[in-house]
């Protein structure tokens, strides 16, 4: 099973950009979907998007299409979500997931017993 370590949030103003990384260990990543999530204070986790396969398909949920962008470095093991045009209403805790059913991790957005989550970043986005 993947341990997973996020990094890079912060606060940031409304209009501008944030990376988020993912570092990946334990064990190789090969063949694991790697995706993203977020949580607001009192509701579920959200998936906003999601990596999987040879040749890195990416998924992206709606409310994130054309803002944020999904990459992995495998030399790095790491993932990043690219996040632009930020608004206060992104302002949320953000996770990266890992898990060996692409299917449903990318598709359905549930990460499975085996799965792996990280422990979160906080972004806030604020003037």
């Known amino acids: 099973q993947l341990q997973l370590v996020e990094s890079g949030g912060g606060l940031v103003q409304p209009g501008r950009s944030l990376r988020l990384s993912c570092v990946a260990s334990?064990?190789?990543?090969?063949?694991?979907?790697i995706a993203w999530f977020r949580q607001f204070p009192g509701k579920e986790r959200e998936g906003l998007s999601c990596?999987?396969?040879?040749?890195?398909?990416?998924y992206y949920a709606d409310s994130v299409k054309g803002r944020f962008t999904i990459s992995r470095d495998h030399d790095k093991n790491t993932a990043y979500l690219q996040m632009d045009s930020l608004t206060p209403e992104d302002t949320a805790t953000y996770y990266c997931?890992?898990?060996?059913?692409?299917?449903?991790?990318?598709?359905?957005?549930?990460?499975?017993?085996?799965?792996?989550w990280g422990q979160g970043t906080q972004v806030t986005v604020s003037s």
């Open positions: 990596i999987s396969g040879p040749r890195d398909d990416t």
């Open positions: 334990g064990s190789s990543w090969d063949g694991y979907a």
């Open positions: 997931a890992a898990d060996r059913l692409r299917y449903s991790l990318c598709v359905k957005w549930r990460v499975s017993s085996d799965g792996s």
